[in-house]
Structures are given as structure tokens and as C-alpha cells.
């Protein structure tokens, strides 16, 4: 199907039976494609820092390829929205996943090689696919309507628990295949990420017809003609309720990449197993995923701002537990890590329905993507430092902090609410 033809679909469905239609077509697309993304972004979450800390060893630079695949992350946020807002979420989303996909085959030849620069290169573009992960969430909400914005948004989530804990729990098995190969034990899950990202790339080119971000487009232009007499073209500027949702998304990213970064290094400094890990993060990555939908209804029917509060609060009591658990203790481990991925849920997901309800077609997928690169810069600042900090005092003071720091968010949501109140 050729671009124009593509662009031209949109104006033939514009009838709210035919709108239904395609969303529902869209959220069975998205969740095919975010099973097997999940798979693929919970390579670099298990073993990313493991492999950097055995190539580079020293545990102080173990926090690097967090940042590097979330500083890749970034860039790639930046790429995708522009393409998606040119081109429609079909060619963005592929395009980022194939270039996760390439990212991942680098991971794997560096560490065969022992090549350094080339690790750090490829966990750069293999961030592309945590990124395209992340914005095929909007796909789902491009024509839900207002009240269902937070479950359409948990539809694509959720989807993503499956492969996302299925990736670290299978950290042992491929690592014996990635043996098997010849290859070192750790490139094991990355060999996963590339079949994984390749694959989801090719379900979301291949099925995502019509484009729900141009049908969409399609349907508020002509909307906005019928009402709109002043001849404006230039798009509207996002609402403050934006800015809110980005503040709360990227203060729950900080925090939860800086302790789930730290904990395999963690776990490792106190005897546990590489399997040990692995149940960790799944679990973490399941908490981070797997309540999306009870999380989605009560986005809608709470409240943006109670849940994002409630953000703050299970971050801070996640922190709380990771500094209280003993270094042997794998049970209160894993109830940190189940904490911290649910608060950063529980963030994501009010966070993005803020940003779409101030939002329109004109300018939200440039919204999107400029709001996940701030996500992703913050991630990557968190990664970076999580290793510094925890170097220099411990993994007790890290969690202690990032908990804490969580709190900001409360205040900046009474702010927003403030002047929301002024303005009305």
C-alpha cells in the first residue's frame, strides 16, 4: 500500500461504527507486537549490566549500558514521533523495532569480540526498541475515546508482561544455547531481543492498516473544519496537562531505573545465582506490566492525579524495602522490585493519559515523542548514576533516595491542579 493510498483510507471510515472497528483491530495488532517487544527490551534489564561488568570490570561502570541503551532510547523517542507524525504509527513503530533488532545482533558480535566500543554502539541502538516499546502505548489510544483513554493505554502494557517475563526466566536456558553456539553465556538473551524485535517490527508493518494515528488525523481535520472558521492552520500548543504528565513520568523513570538497574550487581555482590536475577526482574517487569489493566479502569475512573499520587507512594515504599532487605534475602528483594515496577505503572499510565487528553492529532505524536525522549534522558542520567552512587555508598542509600525522591511529583501535581482551578 503506497503512502497516499494509506492517507486516503482514513476519509472513506469516518462513520463511529467503522472507528470501532479499527480500534479494536488496532489493540489485537498492538498486543501481538508488544508480547514479543517485551521479550526483546528484558535482555538489556537481566544481563545488560552483568556483561558490562564482566568486560569492563569494575562495578562502578556497571550502571553504563542502562544509560547507554536509554540514551539510545532517546534519540530513537525523537525519531519515531517525527516519522509517526509524517508517515503515521505503522512505519514509526516498525522502523524503531527493526532498529532494536540490528541493536541487539551488535550486542551479541561485541561480546564474541570482546569488542568495547562496539557493545556500547550497539546498546545505543539496541535502546531503540525499549523506546518503540514504550510508543506503540499511544497506537492504542489514537481513536479511544476520552473515558477510555487509561484502558486502551493498559491494553498495550499488559501485553507486554508476557514476553517480558518470559525474557528474564529464560536467562539460564540461553545462555546454555548461547554456550551451545560458542558465544558467551550473557549474549544468550540478546540473541532473544533480536528474533523478538525483528519479529514485532514485522507484525506492526504488516497489519496495521489502516494507520489509527492518520485515521484519527483524518477524522479531527475534518472535524475541525466543520467548526472552526478562522482559517488557523499552525497546530495548537499542548495543554499544561502535558507538562504534568511528562513531570510525572520522568521522575518515576529516574527512580525505577536507578534500583532496577543496580539490583542484578546487587544480588550478585551477595551470592546469588544467575537464575536468582532472572526471577527478580521478571518479577519486577511483571509488576512493571501485569496490573496495567485493573491500573487502565482506575486511571479512568479515579483519577489522573490520585493514581500518579499513589505513583509516589508505592515508589517511596519500594525504596524503603530494597534498603531494609537483608543482601541474602530474596524474598523481600523481589517484594522491592514487584513494589517498584507497580509505582512505575501506576506513573506511566496516568502520566500518558495526561498527555493525550491534552493533546490533539495535529500535535501529539510530536508530543509523544518529545515527552519519551525526556523519559529516556532521565533513564539514562538514572542508569549512569545509580553505578556512581551506589560505588560510592551502597544499594541501601540508593534505594533510600530514589524512594524520596519520588515524592516530587505530589507537589507538582497540586501545583497543576491549582492553576487548573485559577483558569476555570
Known amino acids: 500500500m503506497t503512502r497516499r493510498s494509506e492517507s486516503a483510507a482514513p476519509d472513506a471510515l469516518i462513520d463511529a461504527a467503522a472507528r470501532a472497528r479499527v480500534q479494536r483491530r488496532t489493540l489485537i495488532v498492538v498486543v501481538c507486537s508488544q508480547v514479543l517487544g517485551g521479550a526483546g527490551l528484558a535482555a538489556g534489564v537481566t544481563v545488560g549490566a552483568l556483561l558490562a561488568q564482566d568486560m569492563l570490570g569494575s562495578d562502578g561502570l556497571a550502571g553504563i549500558p542502562a544509560a547507554l541503551f536509554t540514551l539510545g532510547s532517546a534519540v530513537a523517542a525523537f525519531l519515531v514521533g517525527r516519522i509517526t507524525q509524517g508517515r503515521g504509527r505503522r ?4 522502523i524503531g523495532f527493526a532498529a532494536g533488532g540490528l541493536g541487539a545482533v551488535g550486542v551479541v558480535t561485541a561480546a564474541v569480540s570482546s569488542n568495547v566500543p562496539l557493545l556500547f554502539l550497539s546498546l545505543f541502538i539496541y535502546g531503540s526498541g525499549t523506546a518503540t516499546n514504550l510508543q506503540a502505548r499511544y497506537a492504542g489510544t489514537d481513536l479511544a475515546a476520552p473515558a477510555r483513554r487509561g484502558t486502551a493505554i493498559s491494553v498495550a502494557m499488559v501485553s507486554t508482561t508476557l514476553g517480558a517475563v518470559a525474557g528474564p526466566n529464560l536467562v539460564e536456558p540461553l545462555g546454555a544455547l548461547a554456550l551451545g553456539l560458542g558465544l558467551p553465556e550473557l549474549a544468550g538473551p540478546f540473541l532473544l531481543a533480536a528474533a523478538a524485535y525483528f519479529a514485532a517490527g514485522a507484525v506492526l508493518f504488516a497489519m496495521l492498516r489502516p494507520d489509527p494515528f492518520l485515521l484519527a488525523r483524518s477524522i479531527d481535520a475534518t472535524e475541525s473544519t466543520e467548526h472552526d472558521t478562522s482559517g488557523a492552520t ?3 500548543k499542548p495543554e499544561v496537562g502535558a507538562y504534568v504528565g511528562a513531570t510525572v513520568m520522568v521522575l518515576t523513570q529516574i527512580v525505577m531505573v536507578a534500583i532496577m538497574t543496580m539490583t542484578p550487581v ?4 551477595h551470592g546469588h545465582e ?3 536475577v532472572g526471577l527478580v526482574i521478571g518479577l519486577h517487569v511483571a509488576g512493571m506490566y501485569l496490573p496495567s489493566l485493573v491500573t487502565g479502569w482506575l486511571v479512568d475512573r479515579m483519577g489522573r492525579t490520585p493514581m500518579a499520587i499513589a505513583s509516589g507512594v508505592t515508589l517511596l515504599a519500594s525504596g524503603i524495602v530494597a534498603a531494609m532487605a537483608p543482601g541474602d534475602s530474596l524474598s523481600l528483594l523481589i517484594v522491592a522490585l514487584v513494589l517498584l515496577g507497580l509505582g ?7 502520566g500518558t493519559a495526561m498527555v493525550v487528553d491534552a493533546t490533539v492529532p495535529a500535535n501529539r505524536p510530536h508530543t509523544q515523542g518529545t515527552i519519551d525522549v525526556l523519559i529516556a534522558l532521565s533513564g539514562a542520567g538514572g542508569g549512569a548514576m545509580s553505578g556512581v552512587v551506589m560505588a560510592g555508598t551502597s544499594f541501601q542509600w540508593l534505594a533510600v533516595a ?3 525522591m519520588s515524592l516530587l511529583l505530589i507537589p507538582v501535581l497540586f501545583w497543576a491542579r491549582g492553576r487548573q482551578r485559577s483558569v476555570d
Not at 512505519?91 to 516498525?94: E, I, P, S, Y
Request: no cysteine; net charge positive.
Open 91 to 94: 512505519q514509526g513503530l516498525a
Open 234 to 236: 499552525a497546530p495548537p
Open 266 to 269: 546487587h544480588m550478585r555482590a
Open 274 to 276: 544467575i537464575g536468582a
Open 344 to 350: 512505575w505503572n501506576f506513573g506511566l499510565i496516568s
Open 402 to 404: 530514589g524512594g524520596v
